[in-house]
């Protein structure tokens, strides 16, 4: 199983559609899909600048804000199946279908290590990578990016969230960066791994 995080910058581009559309020819039963938080994110902080409110809030809005790009990821491909349970994931998998994580589960009453802005849709990204014992998490970027270049320089840069490379250390899957121009690179990686 393949973890892809497709980031919310792609939210505006055309090329979104053409990741979704390979992502749902060639990964049935294999690809689960985490939607970054883009626009729907960037209104949270706004909101939090504006009013103040603590970052547990920010952090369950943001996962409604990852909610909001699945949908939106499900209108333009609507064999794209929502999942917001490990079990809903499974069985859509088991299905041949290609998962779109809805992270509502994540929200909380609480705040843990995860309810803060150091914590974006990358490390959630690589958390249900683990939970899922995935083989392989690719994180697909609209930035250009040095996909040989440390993940401490990338978080440095702003292109990574500041938990990621903490949540990939001990990964036991494959760590992948992408451009958003790599979708025939994406599409190679799927035509060539055989289906488990």
């Not at 494959?174 to 994406?186: G, I, W, Y």
Request: hydrophobic fraction near 45%; charged fraction near 20%.
């Amino acid at each position: 199983m393949w973890v892809v995080k497709i980031g919310g910058s792609l939210s505006h581009d055309p090329l979104l559609r053409a990741w979704l559309t390979q992502l749902w020819e060639l990964g049935g039963g294999r690809v689960v899909i985490v939607p970054g938080g883009g626009d729907f994110a960037d209104d949270v902080r706004q909101y939090q600048r504006e009013w103040r409110f603590n970052d547990l809030a920010a952090h369950n809005m943001c996962l409604l804000a990852m909610t909001q790009y699945a949908i939106l990821m499900q209108g333009l491909l609507p064999n794209l199946v929502l999942a917001a349970s490990e079990a809903r994931i499974r069985t859509a998998l088991r299905d041949g279908q290609v998962a779109v994580w809805v992270p509502t589960g994540l929200m909380r009453d609480t705040p843990d290590q995860m309810s803060n802005w150091d914590t974006s849709s990358d490390s959630l990204a690589a958390w249900l990578s683990s939970t899922l014992n995935a083989e392989r998490l690719t994180v697909v970027k609209s930035c250009p990016l040095d996909a040989d270049a440390p993940l401490a320089d990338l978080t440095s840069a702003g292109v990574l969230d500041a938990r990621f490379a903490d949540s990939v250390r001990d990964a036991n899957y494959v760590v992948e960066l992408l451009n958003k121009e790599d979708v025939a690179l994406m599409r190679d990686r799927l035509m060539h791994v055989p289906v488990a």
